[in-house]
């Protein structure tokens, strides 16, 4: 089996949900062996899920059998991006809550959930291709990432190890399961036995710390947005002794905010660990040990076990000396196989061979620790001077106290907030900043910054006309 759970105490707990379902790992090895009995060849099959036990059951049934291939997608997915993925990749089943809606014939119903055929076509599938998630932000696009068996393998090694992570963990898990993020946390724990602590509840929602306090909760995980919603609630006041590590990724967090959880976190026998990575990697590529956590605040930190980080500059040759801005290159086992835009590309062997160019811009210090300055590609030539999106938008966060997004072309920069009475302070800071003239800064001001269920910037959806 997969991580090799076979070999975990069955009679353990593998997972709790705050509906109060429970999950043994026995449960995950006769799914997995109940769904190679069922079907008859490996084949395609789209799950959609929620936060619960059923949807960590179908999950790692699934890829634990090697017979289904499963898309793993929110169960509230768009009815047009979903049918518009049907129609691309064409699946043989369809796995999901007993309460969507769906045609077919009723293969199997385990867990609050059904298996049901739509299809008597099987595609091309490649051996060694495990599972398939959408591409980070693209709500809108059926590009996919193909993930192989070996992947799971790493990630579950990798993460397991720098965390530290141990059989009487009880790992809180807000994000979702059809996020890379959220994936690996999964495979991170089962691997050495833990118990996880799933919920879909709002952490505004008084449940939700009923749920974390009751089943004392030893770890969080959360992207940027979560630690803002724990600021907001008081979080630094409450009495939670079972808590030991509080890690982030999904993106860079606010400074201020940072060394606030990271003090938090000294101050009371806790661990503030902050990570990196991409679903190309299987989720994390790099994490800042909890002794820099202040040292090195906005630091991504130092490569996962098992990878290795380096920079390139514009010509493809390695950058050795610290402080030198390059593109930021990854190599490891849990780099993904490629991406998928059609059906036939499922059948696509491994176009990485565990190599990535990340798209990131980025320098080290001397202790060999990375910092991310942008993307390669969020960069305007504004009256000849190179300015970063990035960049731009950290200014007006620090300088301004409110969140942008920046957008534009080489001949003017659109700053997007969501206070109007900022506009002219936003405009004057940047200009004071970047040393370019006021006429190449627009602001504009709309309701909310669109965000991916991640809480990362959908910038395709703000105009730059």
């Known amino acids: 089996m997969i991580l090799n759970l076979q ?35 490996r084949a395609l099959c789209f799950l959609l899920v929620e936060n619960n036990i059923g949807g960590i059951a179908w999950t790692m049934g699934m890829l634990s059998s090697r017979q289904l291939v499963p898309l793993i997608l929110n169960v509230k ?51 060694e291709l495990s599972h398939l998630l959408p591409t980070s932000g693209s709500t809108g696009s059926p590009k996919l990432v193909r993930h192989k068996y070996d992947n799971i393998e790493a990630a579950g090694l990798n993460i397991s190890t720098f965390f530290e992570l141990k059989e009487t963990d009880r790992p809180l898990m807000v994000l979702p399961l059809y996020y ?8 991170s724990h089962l691997r050495v036995g833990a118990t996880i602590l799933i919920t879909g509840l709002s952490m505004t929602d008084p449940n939700f710390w009923k749920f974390l306090k009751e089943q004392r909760a030893t770890s969080f995980t959360g992207v940027p947005y979560s630690f803002q919603i724990l600021n907001l609630m008081r979080f630094f006041r409450m009495d ?28 009371n026998g806790k661990r503030w660990i902050a990570t990196y990575g991409q679903s190309e990697c299987t989720a994390r590529m790099a994490y800042l040990p909890a002794k820099w956590a202040l040292d ?34 990854y190599c490891g086992k849990n780099v993904t196989m490629g991406y998928a835009r059609q059906q036939s590309d499922l059948a696509l062997g491994d176009e990485r061979n565990g190599f990535i160019r990340t798209g990131d811009l980025a320098y080290f ?47 003017k920069m659109i700053v997007y907030i ?28 709309i309701n909310e910054i669109p965000k991916n269920e991640a809480g990362k910037k959908l910038y395709s959806k703000l105009s730059i006309n």
């Open 240 to 267: 939670l002794p079972h808590l030991e590590l509080l890690t982030q990724g999904g993106g860079k967090m606010p400074t201020d905010l940072n060394i606030k959880f990271a003090e938090y976190c000294r101050d």
């Open 77 to 127: 997915t768009e009815e047009a991006l979903l049918q518009q993925l049907l129609d691309t990749y064409q699946p043989t089943y369809i796995c999901a809550p007993a309460s969507f809606q769906k045609e077919g014939i009723l293969v199997d119903q385990q867990f609050g959930y059904q298996l049901t055929k739509v299809s008597e076509g099987i595609c091309p599938l490649h051996e």
């Open 180 to 187: 890379t993020m959220g994936l690996s946390m999964v495979f």
């Open 418 to 445: 969501t206070n109007a009475d900022k506009q002219n302070e936003v405009k004057d800071t940047l200009v004071q900043k970047t040393h370019i003239v006021a006429t190449s800064f627009q602001i504009r001001v």
């Open 7 to 41: 070999h975990i105490d069955q009679q353990r707990i593998a997972a709790i949900d705050s509906n109060g379902a429970t999950l043994k790992y026995a449960e995950i090895t006769q799914l997995s062996q109940h769904i190679t009995y069922l079907v008859p060849q």
């Open 365 to 411: 210090d001397e202790d060999g620790c990375y910092y991310i300055v942008g993307r390669m590609g969020r960069f305007l030539k504004l009256f000849g001077m190179r300015v970063g999106l990035d960049e731009c938008e950290q200014i007006v966060q620090t300088d301004c106290g409110i969140e942008c997004a920046c957008v534009g072309t080489d001949e």
């Open 296 to 329: 090195k605040v906005g630091s991504i930190g130092i490569a996962v076990p098992n990878g290795e980080l380096s920079l390139i500059d514009t010509d493809g040759n390695p950058i050795t000396t610290p402080h030198t801005e390059g593109e930021m290159c």
